[in-house]
Structures are given as C-alpha cells and as structure tokens.
C-alpha cells in the first residue's frame, strides 16, 4: 500500500517578498557599481599624480636650464655691446685680440632654449587632462603649452636672423685659426674657448683677427647687424622667456597642490 504524502502548495508571492528580493539585487548593484567607481578612481588619482610628477620634474628642469642660458645670454649681449662701442669709436682693428674676441663670442654659435615637451604632449594628446579635477591646474597646463609655442616660434625667427645676418659675418671677415689648438688639436668646447680667451688662458698670436675694410658703408651694416641681434636677444628674453619662467613657476606651484591632495 502506497502512501502519498501532499506536495507542499505555496500560494502567490507576498509583495514583501517581491520588495526584499528587488532592494537585495538593487544593493548587490549598487555595490558592484560602487566598487568599481572606487577602482576607477582609485586608478585615474594614481595617474593623476604620475602625469603631475613627471610634468613638474621636467618643468623644474626647464625653468632651470632658461636661467643658466640667460646667464649666458646676458654676457653674449654684454659682449656685442661693447663691439658695438669699440667698432664705432675706433673702427675695425685688423690685429686687435679685444675687438675679435667681442665680436666673435656674440656671433659664432647661437643658443636658445629648447622645452621638454613629451610628457607634456602626451597628458594634452591622450585626454589625460580629464584626470586632473582642479580646473585652474587645467587652464595652466593649456596656457603653458601656448607660451612653449610661442617661444618655438620666437626660436625660428631668431635663427633664421642668427644664420642669415650674424653667421656670415663670422665665415667671411673673422678668422677662425685661432681656434686650431683647441678645437682641431683638443677637446674643448666653445664656451672654455672664449672663457680662457677672456681670462688671458689662451694667447692669441694671428695678427689677421678681423678682416673688414673701414668703409663707412660696411661699418654701418656690422653695427646694424650687431645691434639688431642685441635688440632681437633682449626682446627675447624681455618678453617671452621672463613671462614663460613666470608662467611655469604658477604651473610648479599648482602640480605641487596636485601632488599634495
């Protein structure tokens, strides 16, 4: 004899249930969705501040390099000044060691600063700037990478002038032999050149230094030539290079704050 025991019968939900087993999903969502914004935020502040230290590194190094180049600028400019009075008082001196070297050190070689830009570039390129929240360090970023494209277009406009007007003057009237010992014969660069030519260190015994006739008409244009390149030079560092250093120190200032929350 079988004996069938009843199925247990369970009658329609209670919309109690129904409520628990909604807020119990909504809550394992939510969580979910909570954890993974905290992951993802957890992950754009750590490159936040990879992107901020790596861009205040190379700034700090930047600004650092555009002041030692001024300091050498300064005494560039200081040196064809004084061409410039030397060339107009007594004329060009053929065998005058003073007057060669003045005109020499403002004319031979060109320096400019050249900006690190990679990591830069790749924080404004990659959208990487949606990392950062604080606005302002935004706008500075933007407004640095403006201030870098002016400088390089300031660097082309005085380079063309350097290598069309100053480099000629150089590679056709200054004679350059003196330099043999030193430059063929040695290691040496072109900033201990003149700094011992400057100190006596190197004797120059070339009677040929600087090889203009004095015509009226070819000292006019070496004096243009030498006070235009003076002019060009302090604008430079007048109105590009000491707002850029100003600019750069502000964005310093607003990536250390980055670094700091």
Do not use: C
Not at 241 to 256: F, G, W
């Amino acid at each position: 004899m079988e004996v069938h025991h009843p199925h247990g019968h369970h009658g329609p939900k209670k919309s109690k249930e129904y409520l628990l087993e909604f807020l119990m999903l909504f809550a394992a969502v939510s969580l979910g969705f909570l954890a993974e914004n905290i992951r993802e935020g957890f992950i754009e502040r750590h490159r936040s501040h990879e992107l901020a230290l790596a861009l205040r590194t190379d700034i700090e190094q930047d600004v650092e390099k555009i002041k030692i180049l001024n300091v050498s600028r300064t005494d560039i400019l200081r040196k064809a000044k004084l061409a410039v009075f030397d060339i107009e008082k007594n004329g060009f001196k053929r065998s005058d060691t003073n007057q060669y070297r003045l005109m020499l050190r403002a004319a031979y070689y060109w320096q400019y600063f050249e900006p690190t830009t990679a990591n830069l570039d790749q924080i404004i390129n990659s959208g990487s700037l949606r990392y950062f929240k604080n606005r302002e360090l935004v706008e500075a970023i933007s407004t640095y990478r403006n201030f870098i494209n002016i400088i390089e277009s300031r660097n082309e406009r005085e380079k063309q002038f350097f290598y069309d007007v100053m480099q000629p003057i150089v590679l056709d009237h200054l004679n350059l032999s003196p330099m043999d010992t030193t430059h063929f014969n040695g290691d040496m660069i072109n900033k201990d050149f003149f700094n011992k030519i400057d100190s006596g260190m190197i004797n120059i015994k070339t009677k040929d230094l600087v090889l203009f006739d004095n015509d009226p008409n070819t000292k006019f244009k070496v004096l243009n030539a030498y006070r235009s390149f003076s002019i060009n030079v302090t604008n430079t560092m007048r109105t590009y290079i000491k707002p850029y250093v100003i600019e750069a120190e502000h964005l310093i200032q607003l990536l250390n704050k980055e670094l700091e929350d």
